[in-house]
RNA sequence: GGAGGGGUCGCAUAGUGGUUUAGUGCGCUCGCUUGGAAAGCGUGUAUGUCGCAAGGCAUCGAGAGUUCGAAUCUCUCCUCCUCCGCCA
């Protein structure tokens, strides 16, 4: 959620936001108009309750009939403009929430991820002298990837990395993790449902529809993660926490699930677009200071760098424009890994500084000088299974093997994946 | 799933309808004292919100209710603990 102050103070800011993002702008004098009024309800209401604590202080005691008929009035008016209060205090609220983060002066302006600016291009392309399959295929074949049986049994979007696939998954997943506990941040294996209302902080979804955004189960209140981000940021939410403390580094490991409505008949062949699937993900909490929090996004950046070098993996990092970026996102780069199957480069990575869009519904502050300040909460991508299907792809041999990166092998304990009948 | 007991201003506690503008202890702040320290004494010590300010208002897990008046009574929910059941 963004600042009401700042809306109240610089309505031209949001306004150019909001045009940047391809937002409707009534929202914004619809908000100032109800505020206004919210504002002169309030402090009618607490005059009137100011009366109320006099009254009551003054009879120390039983009061007489007199009393009683003045209070009983007080009483009677206050529920009345309180129900007002209320009620535009819910409109305002519900509007407010509408509005997104305001992004970065850096960020590209555009319409959608088209729009989106390359700014960097690393590794090779693979150039194969036979024809490259996609990792539909080439799972198939190997015996490493399973489809065909995932949608008999649990429909379309899903699959099964199978015999030296999944040891490869979780080799990934697992040195991927590793190697950022080594960089001292804390691992984190997080709840994968949370309440509605925690869902509701992380200032993805408004209200309205939270159990219909997400697999749900709403008898319990229960929402399934898309993302580890979404039971890692609440982590700290209504704590102040220590200054020293910063910044404050947390890598998770978790299962995501989406459920991708809205894009059918995108991506329908392999697993790159999936209901279920497993990330390794960085948030960190940094203190409220641009400076500070964009630099922090640029090392988060790094590590998922690092990471696709070490698995040579060819990719670009793309700048997302502002009609790309999520609502409670200030910045984003975008990692695109190339994928020889799709012959093109798809997202596989994201890293974001959402400021303190995110802390402000969640209460996380930290106390600076006696003050206690909203927290800047960052989340990264480090790795999820759309790398391990790159890997594939991209390490693929003529003779149908897949090569697996030299830092996996450890963890693998093989070097190659072969065909079972060579 | 069943039974019982809790959630109060950093921590620990008092508080069973109006003297609570929430008391006390510990911790911490500043000061006095001292050669220095401890002890002692004094002072301060939550958050949010409206307001230029003075100040007002709200918050005793959350929400609703009863009442002229609620930390205190009622209801719903959340959460923690103990025990039983189930279980990797």
Same mark, same amino acid.
């Given at each position: 959620m963004i600042d009401i102050n700042l809306l109240r103070q610089q309505?031209?800011?949001?306004? =150019?936001?909001? @045009?940047?993002?391809?937002?409707?702008?009534?929202?914004?004098?619809?908000?100032?108009?109800?505020?206004?009024?919210?504002? =002169? @309800?309030?402090?009618?209401?607490?005059?009137?309750?100011?009366?109320?604590?006099?009254?009551?202080?003054?009879?120390?005691?039983? /009061? =007489?009939? #007199?009393?009683? $008929?003045?209070? @009983?009035?007080?009483?009677?008016?206050?529920?009345?403009?309180? %129900? #007002?209060?209320?009620?535009?205090?819910?409109?305002?609220?519900?509007?407010?929430?509408?509005?997104?983060?305001? /992004?970065?002066?850096? +960020?590209?302006? %555009?319409?959608?991820?088209?729009?989106?600016?390359?700014?960097?291009?690393?590794?090779?392309?693979?150039?194969?002298?036979?024809?490259?399959?996609?990792?539909?295929?080439?799972? #198939?074949?190997?015996?490493?990837?399973? $489809?065909?049986?995932?949608?008999?049994?649990?429909?379309?979007?899903?699959?099964?990395?199978?015999?030296?696939?999944?040891?490869?998954?979780?080799?990934?997943?697992?040195?991927?993790? =590793?190697?950022?506990t080594k960089k001292g941040f804390t691992g984190m294996i997080p709840p994968v449902m949370v309440k509605s209302d925690t869902e509701w902080k992380c200032g993805y979804a408004s209200n309205k529809n939270l159990m219909g955004a997400y697999y749900s189960i709403p008898e319990d209140d229960l929402i399934f993660i898309?993302?580890?981000?979404?039971?890692?940021v609440p982590y700290h939410m209504d704590e102040i926490l220590d200054q020293k403390s910063f910044p404050i580094k947390y890598v998770n490991y978790s299962p995501c699930f989406r459920r991708e409505a809205g894009t059918y008949g995108k991506?329908?062949?392999?697993?790159?677009?999936?209901?279920?699937?497993?990330?390794?993900?960085?948030?960190?909490? +940094?203190?409220?200071?641009?400076?500070?929090?964009?630099?922090?996004?640029?090392?988060?950046?790094?590590?998922?760098?690092?990471?696709?070098?070490?698995?040579?993996?060819?990719?670009?990092?793309?700048?997302?424009? @502002? %009609?790309?970026?999520?609502?409670? &996102?200030r910045r984003m780069y975008d990692i695109n890994t190339w994928f020889p199957g799709q012959n093109a480069y798809r997202e596989t990575q994201s890293c974001s500084n959402c400021g303190d869009y995110q802390s402000r519904r969640l209460n996380t502050k930290v106390k600076i000088d006696g003050k206690n300040e909203l927290v800047h909460i960052l989340n990264a991508t480090l790795i999820t299974d759309r790398a391990v299907l790159a890997?594939?792809? &991209?390490?693929?041999?003529?003779d149908g093997s897949i090569k697996i990166p030299k830092v996996l092998q450890p963890y693998t304990g093989f070097e190659i994946i072969r065909p079972n009948n060579s």
């Open positions: 309505p031209e800011l949001i306004k =150019t936001a909001l @045009t940047n993002r391809q937002k409707d702008l009534s929202v914004i004098s619809q908000i100032l108009g109800i505020d206004e009024n919210y504002r =002169t @309800t309030l402090s009618e209401v607490e005059k009137l309750r100011s009366e109320q604590n006099a009254l009551s202080r003054s009879f120390k005691g039983k /009061p =007489t009939s #007199e009393q009683l $008929i003045k209070s @009983t009035e007080v009483k009677n008016n206050l529920k009345i403009k309180e %129900g #007002e209060l209320s009620s535009s205090e819910k409109i305002r609220d519900n509007l407010l929430e509408e509005i997104p983060n305001i /992004p970065s002066d850096d +960020t590209p302006i %555009g319409k959608d991820d088209n729009d989106n600016v390359v700014f960097k291009t690393v590794g090779e392309i693979p150039k194969f002298d036979f024809q490259p399959l996609d990792h539909a295929d080439l799972g #198939e074949k190997l015996d490493i990837i399973d $489809i065909k049986k995932a949608a008999q049994l649990s429909g379309s979007r899903f699959g099964y990395f199978k015999g030296q696939g999944a040891v490869l998954e979780m080799a990934v997943m697992f040195y991927a993790f =590793t190697k950022l898309s993302s580890s981000e979404h039971a890692v991506d329908m062949k392999g697993m790159l677009r999936v209901h279920f699937f497993n990330k390794v993900e960085m948030n960190v909490f +940094t203190l409220p200071d641009y400076k500070i929090s964009d630099a922090m996004c640029l090392e988060m950046l790094n590590n998922e760098e690092e990471l696709m070098q070490e698995l040579e993996l060819p990719y670009q990092i793309v700048k997302a424009c @502002t %009609g790309d970026l999520p609502q409670p &996102n890997i594939i792809e &991209n390490h693929q041999q003529a």
